[in-house]
């Protein structure tokens, strides 16, 4: 191992024992050999913890085999020269291609087998690569998923409707989008129905709907868009984000370089660090110090603006400022203040100590932690390292400290500004922002378009990524799946779409002017006006309270409603 001192040498005699603490470095050590060998062109090698992934590519069945066998020899002779061996029964290949002869790959004479699909990293690849095989699986895991939601709440007892829906969207959306940057990046109509069909029965869950219910609907009252739009966003953003890949031009025109790139190791070695003194998260107010910097970041309606202002003793001998970009954060406001902050105090005397008084604590943090992924931030502690006359302190804002109230006035003008003089690269906020807003528009395009749920299209007519605070009756009022005379009869429950009083069962029926329900009785709307009636009585709890004493009574003496 090199070291500052020299090569520092350890004869080893055997491993280390699994789930030790020096376990996975020395490990890397070893496997680090293998992947930094010369390979031939077509062989490329992969691996995660002790699993390694050969790709080989040939123009024939011939090649194949041969280039396959001997990058397996390569491999080979690495693991003998680690005292490591081969799991031959656990290894196997898969083939990407459309011939038909069988292949054969061979270890030292044993045959490896043949797989149509594989799992690696927790995604099933199929020869086909159409995914079929993941979404088989995972369908399966969605239902053992489904079983315990069910476990801990039912039609009308358990957790509560937002209580289920924070675990839906937390733990169980999340499991089953694993690799979806993978699998999911151009979502075909066949793929997308299997993951509505996955779906559904969590929406059910949630609801506790009549599972007739239109799935389009349940999506849009609960605010959970279908799974292959979700799947697709994270996709995207995997794509544009950390594989650094455009994306078409119909989704955005940010090019993976303009955005905001987390920056991975230390600033400097370990052991230089700022002192302790140079940087405070406690309100002091203005120190006693001589030379004091003052810095603020704005965002309001005009913009974003960030500045700063220089104090000797009690008089302000310098100012700047800027206007960044629209799509910057205040964070990146304050850090650019803070950054630029300090670039003007490593340029005065180093005997001279300066204050750089923060009112954003974040930043003093970002600022003096060496292993930082902000860009702006490591710049900010690099200076800090070489200047140790420069300190950063946190100040309170907004109660009466001159040079902050200044700076602060300073960032909102900056903000009033017509044009921008300060480029930062675009925030991950923002660029997931613009996936979701375009999400958003292909399922209010869905939404618009569809044939089902039109009732509470009428009373919902945009599409969210919010809870609407319904209660299970609601959602049998407005879809019309409930103990309904018109739902029964469609699906066969009874003879006769007709309530006991001899009229047509719709659910307006029941709530406007059945007399077995007259205590809960809402007026009746005219014909052409059922859409504003519906809207209405949506927005009106006292109103809903009433449909869900109504539906309620249906659902205990649903004999009492059946026609003679």
């Not at 090569?7 to 699994?18: E, S, T, V």
């Not at 006693?288 to 965002?299: A, E, L, Q, R, V």
């Amino acid at each position: 191992m090199n070291t500052n001192e020299g090569i520092a040498l350890r004869h080893q005699k055997q491993g280390c024992p699994q789930g030790s603490c020096s376990g996975p470095a020395l490990w890397n050590r070893v496997a680090n050999d293998i992947l930094m060998q010369r390979w031939p062109q077509n062989v490329r090698i992969q691996a995660y913890a002790d699993n390694f992934v050969l790709v080989v590519g040939a123009d024939t069945k011939t090649n194949l085999e041969k280039q396959t066998e001997d990058a397996l020899k390569q491999f080979e002779t690495w693991t003998s020269k680690n005292k490591l061996q081969i799991s031959i029964e656990k290894s196997s290949y898969i083939l990407f291609s459309k011939l038909i002869a069988r292949t054969r790959i061979k270890l030292n004479s044993t045959t490896i087998k043949r797989q149509k699909s594989i799992k690696y990293l927790g995604v099933y690849i199929d020869e086909k690569l159409n995914w079929s095989t993941h979404i088989h699986h995972q369908t399966k895991k969605a239902a053992i998923y489904l079983q315990n939601l069910q476990k801990i709440a039912g039609k009308s007892w358990g957790i509560n409707m937002k209580h289920r829906r924070i675990l839906y969207k937390t733990v169980i959306e999340r499991m089953l989008e694993h690799g979806a940057a993978v699998w999911c990046q151009n979502p075909t109509t066949k793929l997308a129905k299997k993951l509505a069909k996955m779906q559904r029965g969590f929406l059910l869950a949630i609801s506790g709907a009549y599972r007739t219910s239109p799935t389009a609907a349940l999506q849009v009252v609960l605010g959970i868009a279908q799974l292959h739009l979700q799947f697709q966003l994270e996709s995207q953003f995997v794509t544009l984000r950390r594989l650094r890949k455009s994306l078409p031009p119909d989704i955005t025109n940010i090019s993976p370089h303009q955005i905001e790139n987390d920056i991975i190791g230390w600033t400097s070695h370990p052991l230089n660090f700022p002192k302790i003194n140079q940087t405070s998260i406690e309100d002091g107010g203005p120190t006693s110090s001589y030379y004091s910097i003052y810095t603020d970041g704005s965002k309001t309606e005009d913009g974003v603006g960030a500045a700063f202002c220089v104090y000797e003793g009690t008089r302000a001998v310098k100012e700047w400022s800027a206007k960044l970009q629209n799509y910057n954060t205040v964070y990146q406001a304050e850090l650019a203040a803070a950054n630029e902050a300090a670039k003007y105090a490593s340029e005065q005397d180093n005997s001279t100590t300066i204050v750089i008084h923060i009112n954003n604590q974040a930043t003093i943090i970002s600022s003096a932690n060496p292993r930082t992924p902000d860009a702006i931030a490591r710049n900010i502690n690099k200076i800090l390292l070489q200047h140790p006359n420069i300190q950063l302190s946190w100040i309170k804002a907004h109660v009466g400290y001159e040079g902050n109230e200044y700076a602060d006035k300073l960032a909102k003008q900056a903000t009033e500004r017509s044009d921008s003089t300060h480029t930062i690269e675009y925030p991950k906020s923002h660029v997931k922002r613009l996936l979701k807003d375009s999400m958003l528009q292909a399922w209010q395009t869905e939404w618009t378009n569809g044939t089902t749920g039109r009732i509470v299209h009428d009373v919902i007519p945009t599409v969210k990524q919010r809870l609407t605070p319904w209660k299970r009756e609601d959602f049998l009022f407005f879809t019309g799946h409930g103990p309904f005379g018109q739902f029964r009869k469609r699906f066969r429950l009874l003879q006769s779409p007709n309530c006991a009083c001899g009229m047509y069962g719709s659910p307006i029926h029941y709530v406007t002017e059945c007399h077995l329900t007259s205590s809960w009785h809402l007026k009746k709307p005219a014909p052409q006006n059922e859409t504003l009636w519906y809207k209405s009585v949506a927005a009106n709890v006292k109103s809903r309270n009433r449909n869900h004493q109504i539906i309620e009574h249906l659902h205990n003496n649903s004999d009492l409603f059946a026609p003679a």
